[in-house]
Nanobody, 125 residues
């Protein structure tokens, strides 16, 4: 499985950006896809995931109500619509795909076998 992330860029606080992640290869192996992010000097953290079959989403508390994850199964693509951006959202965002996770593991990086390249999101105040 290969993941190609796109989108990101620079936005002002309160603005919006949209990320996309397209999967290719053995996509039948994918159960869920999601996003993690890493800010300078910090560890990579969970942002959001979505189960491809059901569309069931999960979000980190820090982005609930502001970010929306969605998917297009025909295109094997997931999207992250980021609204009401804050300077603390500034980070490198990584797309990831999992072969399976549960209630207690959906936010854990170890649950995600496949990773895409990061895309920079910068929010200015």
């Amino acid at each position: 499985v290969q993941l190609q992330a796109s989108g990101g860029g620079v936005a002002q606080a309160g603005g919006s950006l949209n990320l996309s992640c397209a999967a290719s290869g053995s996509t039948f192996r994918i159960y869920g896809m999601g996003w993690f992010r890493q800010a300078p000097g910090k560890e990579r953290e969970f942002v959001s995931t979505i189960i491809l079959s059901s569309g069931f989403p999960a979000y980190a508390d820090s982005v609930k109500g502001r970010f929306t994850i969605s998917r297009n199964r025909a295109k094997n693509t997931v999207y992250l619509q980021m609204n009401s951006l804050k300077p603390e959202d500034t980070a490198v965002y990584y797309c990831a795909a999992s072969r399976g996770y549960g209630v207690g593991t959906y936010s854990r990086q170890i649950s995600f076998r496949y990773w895409g390249q990061g895309t920079q999101v910068t929010v200015s105040s």
